[in-house]
C-alpha cells in the first residue's frame, strides 16, 4: 500500500510543484479494535514511516484531537473514532485510497462489524463525492484484512469488500502447555517458583472479569521474582494507567501482568515467557488470541491453564486438542469452534447509532430518511434490512425524541440525539460504551485512575489498578481517593458489570463429549437417561417416582427451545434445563421430535425477551420498536440452525456402555 502511495503522490506533487502548491493530506486509514494496539502498531511503525517522510497520527478516544489544518498521511484509528472523523470532519479523508482492518474476526457477526460495514460505506460515498468534485482524481479505496484467527475468510470479508482476494501464510508454533489446579493464591505461587529454573520471568495472565484481575493482583503482590512489579490493564482504568502499565510491562525483565480482553490482540508489549490463563475464555478465537501473545520471537507458545472446575478443566482439554492441529480431524473440529453462534444477518439496532452519527456529518444538521436509505448496503449493494423495517426504526425514533421533523421530508437532531452526543456515546456500539459513572483521582497527584460503575461512599475502601484505594471525599460522579497503605485493609474490587455469553451449540457438544456425557450427533437419537428419585409422599411407600435426563448438548439457549417444544407438544413436566441437558419429571416417551418451522418462529417470537440477553444485538437494541426488535432476536436465534439439529430426531433411552 506505501509503495502504491508513494508512487501516486510522486505523481502528484510533480503536478503541483508545476503550480507551486504543497499540501498533505490524510491518505492511508489503518483500523484496529482497540486503543492499545492503536497505541502499539504507532510504536512499530513509527520509524519506517518517517524514513519514507509519512507522517503518522493516532486518533482514539485517548488522543489529543487531530490537527485539521495538517492531517496525517498515514492514521491509526479505531472503528468508534473513525466514525467520529466521518461525522465531524468528512472533509479530511476525501484523499484516503487504502484503509487496513487489523483483527477483522473480532469485528464479524457483531454490531461493532455491522457498524465497520456502514463505515467503510460512508468512505466509499464521501470519494465518490470527492471524485465527481474533482477534488480527487479518482474514487478508488485499497482495502485489507487481517486476521490469525479467521474461519471461511473470503466469506466473511465479502460482507466488507467486493471480490476479496485471499492470501494465506503458513505458520504456527508450537504449544507447550500445562493444565493445572487453582485451588487458591498457592497454586500460582507454587507455579512462580519454578519460573527461574526454567528460564522465565515474565508472565501475562489472562482473566475473564475485571474484579478477578485486581483481586489476584492484589493478592500476588511482592511475591517472587516479580516483587512489586505486578500490574493490571483492563478498560475501567484510565488512558494514562494502561499506558503506563503498558510501557512498565514492555521494559521491565521480570514483571506480571493481569488482563482482561485488552490486552489480547497482536500486542507487542515485550518478550512474554509465559502465558498464564486463570479460566478459559468462552470462544476459542479469544483462546488462539491469548495464547498468540507468549514467546513471540520463538518457535513455541508456552501456556498455563489453570482450572476451578472440572467443567473449566474440559473446556481447556477441548481448545487445546483444536489449538494443536494434529489431525485433519482435530483441524475441521478448530474450524468449527471459530464460528460464533447466531444468524449472519444485520443488526437493526446499528441503524439507530449510525443515523445519529450520519445526521452529524450532513452540512446542514439535516437527514433524509430516504436518501440515507441507501448507506445500508452490502458492498455489493444488496440492502441489509428490508426498507419497510428501516421506516419502522425511522418513525420511532421520531416517536421517542431522536430526530424532529424540519424542512419536507428531512429530520433534524431531537433531545435524545442531544442526550448521546453530549454523554460523547454517538460514535459506539460497544456495550458498555458510556456506562462508567464515577471517575476516581488520586488525591495527591490529581490525576484520573480510573472509573466505577456506581458512586461509593466516603470511607469505602475498594481495588483499583492492583492497589487498594480508600475514598476520601466524593462530589457528585468524581471520588478522591489514595493509597491505602494498612497492609491489613480489607479491599475487593467493585463488581463491574460483566455481560454473560453463552457457549455456541458446538462448543458445548464438544464439552459434553469431553465431560463423557451421552451426547449425539446429528441425526442420531438423542439420548435419554431415566432415574429413580425418592418419593415426595412418604406416606406412599410403594410409590415410584421418575425423572427423565434428555442430553441435548446444544447450548443454553437452544434448551430452553426445546423444553418449551416438550411442554407444549409432549406435555413434558419440565424441572430445569441447562446448556447440556434437560430434567423432566417422570418417563418421557420414546418418541420423534416433530416441529415445522412456522412453529419454532412462532415460539422464539413469544419468547423474544428471554432470549434477547443472550445475544449480542448491540446497545441501542432497547431503541427499537418491538417488531423490529423480536424479528431481529428470531434472526439471531437461527431456527434453520436449531431445524437441522432437532426437527425429525428421535428420543431414545441410554445404555451405559
Known amino acids: 500500500m506505501l509503495e502504491r502511495d508513494l508512487r501516486q503522490r510522486a505523481k502528484e506533487n510533480s503536478r503541483r510543484q508545476a503550480k507551486q502548491t504543497k499540501t498533505t493530506t490524510l491518505r492511508i486509514l489503518y483500523i484496529v479494535p482497540t486503543r492499545a494496539l492503536a497505541r502499539d502498531m504507532a510504536r512499530r511503525l513509527e520509524q519506517p514511516l518517517k524514513k519514507l517522510a509519512i507522517s503518522l497520527a493516532v486518533?482514539?478516544?485517548?488522543?489529543?484531537?487531530?490537527?485539521?489544518?495538517?492531517?496525517?498521511?498515514?492514521?491509526?484509528?479505531?472503528?468508534?473514532?473513525?466514525?467520529?472523523?466521518?461525522?465531524?470532519?468528512?472533509?479530511?479523508?476525501?484523499?484516503?485510497?487504502?484503509?487496513?482492518?487489523?483483527?477483522?474476526?473480532?469485528?464479524?457477526?457483531?454490531?461493532?462489524?455491522?457498524?465497520?460495514?456502514?463505515?467503510?460505506?460512508r468512505l466509499r460515498r464521501i470519494r465518490s463525492y470527492a471524485c465527481s468534485r474533482g477534488d480527487a482524481a479518482t474514487d478508488e479505496v485499497q482495502f485489507c484484512a487481517l486476521s490469525a484467527t479467521m474461519q471461511d475468510a473470503v466469506r466473511l470479508a465479502s460482507r466488507?469488500?467486493?471480490?476479496?482476494?485471499?492470501?494465506?501464510?503458513?505458520?504456527?508454533?508450537?504449544?507447550?502447555?500445562?493444565?493445572?489446579?487453582?485451588?487458591?493464591?498457592?497454586s500460582l505461587r507454587q507455579l512462580f517458583a519454578t519460573l527461574q529454573e526454567r528460564g522465565r520471568k515474565k508472565v501475562l495472565a489472562?482473566?475473564?472479569?475485571?474484579?478477578?484481575?485486581?483481586?489476584?493482583?492484589?493478592?500476588?503482590?511482592?511475591?517472587a521474582p516479580f516483587g512489586d512489579a505486578v500490574m493490571v490493564h483492563h478498560a475501567s482504568l484510565s488512558a494514562?494507567?494502561?499506558?503506563?502499565?503498558?510501557?512498565?510491562?514492555?521494559?521491565?525483565?521480570?514483571?506480571?501482568?493481569?488482563?482482561?480482553?485488552?490486552?489480547?490482540?497482536?500486542?507487542?508489549?515485550?518478550?512474554?515467557?509465559?502465558?498464564?490463563?486463570?479460566?478459559?475464555?468462552?470462544?476459542?478465537?479469544?483462546?488462539?488470541?491469548?495464547?498468540?501473545?507468549?514467546?513471540?520471537?520463538?518457535?513455541?507458545?508456552?501456556?498455563?491453564?489453570?482450572?476451578?472446575?472440572?467443567?473449566?478443566?474440559?473446556?481447556?482439554?477441548?481448545?487445546?486438542?483444536?489449538?494443536r492441529n494434529s489431525s485433519v480431524a482435530d483441524r475441521t473440529a478448530a474450524d468449527a469452534l471459530l464460528r460464533s453462534h447466531g444468524g449472519?444477518?444485520?443488526?437493526?439496532?446499528?441503524?439507530?447509532?449510525?443515523?445519529?452519527?450520519?445526521?452529524?456529518?450532513?452540512?446542514?444538521?439535516?437527514?433524509?430518511?430516504?436518501?440515507?436509505?441507501?448507506?445500508?448496503?452490502?458492498?455489493?449493494?444488496?440492502?441489509?434490512?428490508?426498507?419497510?423495517?428501516?421506516?419502522?426504526?425511522?418513525?420511532?425514533?421520531?416517536?421517542t425524541g431522536f430526530f424532529l421533523p424540519a424542512r419536507g421530508v428531512a429530520l433534524r437532531p431531537g433531545p435524545q440525539w442531544h442526550k448521546l452526543y453530549e454523554e460523547r456515546s454517538l460514535y459506539s456500539n460497544l456495550a458498555d460504551s458510556g456506562r462508567d459513572t464515577a471517575v476516581v483521582v488520586d488525591d495527591i497527584t490529581g490525576r484520573r485512575v480510573g472509573y466505577l460503575e456506581s458512586?461509593?461512599?466516603?470511607?469505602?475502601?475498594?481495588?483499583?489498578?492492583?492497589?487498594?484505594?480508600?475514598?476520601?471525599w466524593t462530589q457528585g460522579r468524581r471520588l478522591l481517593a489514595h493509597a491505602a497503605t494498612d497492609s491489613?485493609?480489607?479491599?475487593?474490587?467493585?463488581?463491574?458489570?460483566?455481560?454473560?455469553?453463552?457457549?455456541?451449540?458446538?462448543?458445548?457438544?464438544?464439552?459434553?463429549?469431553e465431560l463423557g456425557f451421552p451426547c449425539a450427533e446429528a441425526s442420531v437419537a438423542l439420548p435419554m437417561v431415566v432415574e429413580q428419585r425418592e418419593s415426595v409422599d412418604k406416606l406412599a411407600a410403594d410409590t415410584v417416582e421418575y425423572r427423565t435426563l434428555l442430553f441435548h448438548c446444544a447450548g443454553?439457549?437452544?434448551?430452553?427451545?426445546?423444553?418449551?417444544?416438550?411442554?407444549?407438544?409432549?406435555?413434558?413436566?419440565?424441572?430445569?434445563?441447562?446448556?447440556?441437558?434437560?430434567?423432566?419429571l417422570g418417563r418421557l416417551p420414546e418418541t420423534m421430535l416433530l416441529f415445522t418451522e412456522e412453529e419454532m418462529l412462532k415460539l422464539v417470537g413469544r419468547h423474544w425477551r428471554q432470549f434477547e440477553r443472550a445475544f449480542a444485538l448491540g446497545r441501542f437494541q432497547s431503541q427499537l420498536p418491538p417488531a423490529v426488535r423480536r424479528a431481529s432476536v428470531i434472526v439471531a436465534f437461527n431456527v434453520p440452525d436449531f431445524l437441522c439439529r432437532f426437527a425429525g430426531r428421535k428420543l431414545a433411552h441410554h445404555i451405559a456402555e
Open 59 to 121: 486518533k482514539t478516544g485517548d488522543e489529543p484531537a487531530l490537527d485539521g489544518s495538517r492531517p496525517p498521511e498515514f492514521l491509526i484509528t479505531t472503528p468508534e473514532s473513525f466514525d467520529s472523523l466521518l461525522a465531524n470532519r468528512p472533509r479530511l479523508l476525501r484523499d484516503v485510497r487504502a484503509a487496513v482492518l487489523d483483527e477483522l474476526h473480532l469485528y464479524d457477526n457483531t454490531p461493532r462489524g455491522d457498524q465497520l460495514r456502514l463505515l467503510l460505506n
Open 160 to 186: 466488507y469488500f467486493v471480490n476479496p482476494v485471499l492470501v494465506e501464510s503458513e505458520g504456527g508454533r508450537a504449544l507447550d502447555a500445562e493444565l493445572l489446579p487453582l485451588t487458591g493464591p498457592q
Open 206 to 223: 489472562f482473566c475473564q472479569r475485571r474484579a478477578e484481575c485486581e483481586e489476584w493482583a492484589y493478592l500476588l503482590r511482592g511475591c
Open 240 to 323: 494514562r494507567a494502561r499506558r503506563a502499565v503498558e510501557e512498565k510491562f514492555a521494559r521491565t525483565s521480570a514483571a506480571l501482568c493481569f488482563a482482561t480482553a485488552t490486552l489480547e490482540l497482536g500486542i507487542d508489549i515485550g518478550d512474554v515467557d509465559l502465558i498464564l490463563l486463570v479460566g478459559p475464555p468462552d470462544n476459542f478465537g479469544s483462546f488462539l488470541q491469548r495464547l498468540g501473545r507468549g514467546n513471540r520471537r520463538t518457535a513455541y507458545t508456552s501456556v498455563a491453564c489453570f482450572y476451578r472446575t472440572p467443567t473449566e478443566q474440559a473446556l481447556f482439554r477441548v481448545f487445546l486438542r483444536a489449538a
Open 344 to 399: 449472519q444477518g444485520f443488526r437493526p439496532s446499528v441503524v439507530v447509532q449510525q443515523l445519529c452519527s450520519y445526521l452529524k456529518q450532513t452540512r446542514n444538521g439535516e437527514i433524509e430518511p430516504a436518501q440515507a436509505y441507501q448507506l445500508f448496503t452490502s458492498p455489493q449493494g444488496d440492502p441489509l434490512l428490508d426498507e419497510q423495517q428501516y421506516m419502522q426504526i425511522v418513525d420511532h425514533l421520531i416517536d
Open 455 to 472: 458512586v461509593v461512599p466516603t470511607g469505602t475502601t475498594f481495588l483499583l489498578g492492583g492497589q487498594a484505594r480508600h475514598v476520601v
Open 488 to 513: 491489613k485493609a480489607e479491599a475487593r474490587a467493585p463488581r463491574w458489570r460483566t455481560w454473560w455469553r453463552g457457549l455456541s451449540p458446538v462448543l458445548t457438544q464438544a464439552l459434553a463429549q
Open 556 to 584: 443454553e439457549i437452544y434448551g430452553k427451545a426445546l423444553s418449551e417444544l416438550l411442554e407444549t407438544k409432549q406435555g413434558a413436566r419440565i424441572v430445569e434445563c441447562n446448556e447440556f441437558m434437560i430434567e423432566a
